[in-house]
């Protein structure tokens, strides 16, 4: 039975890995990329970002409102490399007592808009599971990514959505971020966020206890 948990862990882990290379965007922007990419020798299509700097944002909740846009072009995404994906997330719901099998439907939600997703992916009901952000609902709060910080794994975190965000000259988060968490960052046309990525999971992975 343990090797068999095991092994799920282990097939999760590495098919969850290949989801995370759009999920992971900001820490990329942030973290990589703009380390890396040089003005000078960047190729024509490379071009400048706002991006927020993870590591100095304490999800305040002014992306949500400050964005020119509406619904911001901030949006929260999980890093499935560092998510623990446990039964109950704190970025999910807030009684952490409630029962596996009622999580689906007694669980409080953290989003108001309830655009964290959970499903399971192995082990019945007390199994994996992979906690996503439906951006179609996500306005950019920061409350799970503030739940996540607190007290889960760091997994959850904001970005500004290079696809949605309208390169404002000066960004008007920037401006009134109380702590300085969002720079301008130089990319290459590889590192757009594409949006949508799809999941290779069989469907039977995905069973019952999903969302
Ligand atoms: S305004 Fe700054 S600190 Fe507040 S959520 Fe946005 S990036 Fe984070
Ligand atoms: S809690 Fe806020 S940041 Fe997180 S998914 Fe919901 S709307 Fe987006
Ligand atoms: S640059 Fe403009 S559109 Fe982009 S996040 Fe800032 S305010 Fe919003």
Redesign the pocket.
Known sequence: MTEKKNWDRRSFLRKAGQATCTLALGGIAYRIVGQHLDEETAGPRSRYV?QIDPDKCTNCGKCET????TP???KAVNDQKKCSCCVVCYGHIKNKQIESEKIMSDGERVCPHDAVTRKNFSGGKDGYFIYDIDHDKCTGCGKCAEACTDKGTKSMFLI?RPD?????NS????RICPEDAIDRLYIGPEDDFKGIYELEYGQNDMNEYGA
């Open positions: 706002w400050a964005c020119v846009r911001s072009a901030v500004i949605l965000c309208l390169n404002c960004c008007d988060i920037a």
